[in-house]
């Protein structure tokens, strides 16, 4: 018997971010695609990257219901609501805080829902301590064969349970398969938030975005940008390419920045450049002609690293020349991209969160209540971590409300959302304007 009280499937999903917010939805329905009536209430974590109401229509995910909550508000609502999933597409840190949290608000109760978390794409950094915060949760999915491997390996290389780890895929792939070069042969240039991070590499990525553009008058250049200034998605961006764009001066005429859905502008593209992007898989998904750049290096800090091995790697100096990188058949398989079948759907792609699926529909079905949720940290395993990652998120180290805690009964009043609201613009004033210049200075 699943947790609610009738036939359709209740899910909630948890994020603190617009990606993880598309993530999180795209999963809950590929978790239960076929469930009649299913119900999705979406949950927003308030914080530095709450998704702006142009954020949340630009990802384009739809929720039967859509709230912005503090930590303790949503453990708080989460004592009754009678939940059949709860997925949370959080930071490392905010799932380790919700798993003790909810482990705490769950105690006696007879049913509780089943909780699976991930990874919003590529994992290129921190895998330990990523995956160590994630541990406890029913499900930890990994978006690849090869993301499964590595994330029973750390497990087991602890001595913590390794059988929540779900090999899946990323849920957004998906739409028409590339059939050639159209007319304008189309080129997207998938800018990241913080990857690179320094103005100067910024600057040189632009420049030869620009230079590419005069090269070739009769391509169109496209730079894909994830939001605007004032806005922040996952990730912190200090220099938004739309200010080093403002000193570059006039642009060519075919080149213009663009935002929007990454799937949409992949309708219209004939190759995709990056540096580290998550689109490139989307690409490389649907055929697309994909190139991950050398030119500031193969760095684990840039993230490139990941694609070694893809047949993807390419400088601006190839590309301007024609190169087209032809991937790896084997390396994209073992990324779970366009594996075995066709990128709208056909082959293992269809079938590769069966597995999942199947997992979810046991634990909802077993007699009897589910355990309680068992991370790896716990104050005896972890007793100088966990406390202060708890704490950020108001939490006391046995997963209760620590004292002061925002009041989990109420909405803010009107005097505390407009303080707030200014709050966020001076925190993004900061990171935007007043942090670079620190750091320049510094340099000196």
């Known amino acids: 018997m699943p947790v609610s009280a009738t036939n359709a499937p209740r899910v909630a999903v948890l994020a603190d971010s617009d990606t993880r917010w598309k993530w999180g939805a795209l999963t809950a329905r ?12 979406g949950y927003l974590l308030r914080g530095r990257a709450t998704p702006t109401a142009r954020q949340l229509r630009e990802v384009g995910v739809r929720a039967d219901s859509l709230r912005e909550v503090t930590a303790v508000q949503f453990l708080d609502g989460m004592r009754e609501e009678p939940y059949d999933v709860l997925v949370l597409a959080l930071v490392g840190g905010g799932v380790q805080a919700m798993l003790h949290g909810l482990r705490r608000a769950w105690e006696g109760r007879a049913r509780r829902p089943v909780v699976v978390t991930g990874y919003v794409g590529v994992v290129y950094e921190k895998l330990a301590d ?23 390996a750390v497990y087991e290389g602890v001595g913590a349970d390794a059988s929540a780890v779900t090999e899946v895929a990323l849920p957004f792939l998906g739409g028409a398969p590339y059939t ?65 764009a403002q000193k570059a001066g006039p642009l060519p005429p075919n080149l213009r920045l663009v935002y929007g859905n990454m799937g949409e502008v992949l309708d219209r593209t004939d190759l995709l450049v990056t540096v580290s992007s998550t689109a490139a898989l989307e690409s490389l998904h649907r055929r697309i002609p994909t190139a991950v750049l050398t030119d500031l290096g193969v760095r684990e800090v840039l993230g490139n690293h990941h694609f070694l091995g893809s047949g993807c790697l390419a400088s601006w100096d190839q590309l301007d020349a024609g190169r087209r990188p032809e991937p790896d058949p084997e390396w994209v398989a073992r990324q779970g991209v366009a594996a075995g079948g066709t990128p709208s759907g056909g082959g293992t792609y269809a079938t590769a969160f069966d597995a999942a699926r199947e997992r979810i529909a046991k634990l909802l079905h077993r007699p009897g209540p589910l355990p309680p949720l068992t991370p790896y940290y716990t104050v005896e395993t972890a007793p100088g971590y966990l406390p202060g990652i708890l704490a950020r998120h108001h939490l006391a180290p046995d997963g ?31 990171v935007q304007r007043v942090a670079p210049v620190i750091r320049r200075m510094g340099e000196l």
Not at 30 to 35: G, H, I, T, V, Y
């Open 400 to 430: 209760s409300p620590l004292p002061g805690a925002p009041a989990a009964d109420r909405e803010p009043g009107p005097v505390r959302q407009i303080v707030r609201r200014a709050a966020r613009g001076a925190y993004r004033h900061g």
């Open 180 to 244: 050639g070069e159209r007319e304008p042969c189309t080129v997207v240039f998938a800018a990241q938030p913080s990857v690179p991070e320094s103005r100067a590499d910024r600057a040189y990525l632009l420049d030869r975005l620009i230079r590419h553009a005069r090269l070739h008058p009769e391509r169109e250049v496209l730079l894909k940008l994830r939001s605007r200034p004032g806005e922040h998605t996952t990730h912190l961006e200090e220099l938004p390419y739309q200010k080093l």
């Open 30 to 41: 590929r978790l239960l695609p076929e469930a009649p009536g299913i119900r999705l209430d």
């Open 130 to 152: 990523g995956l160590l915060l994630r541990h406890g949760a029913d499900l930890v999915l990994a978006n690849s064969r090869q993301d499964a491997e590595r994330f029973r």
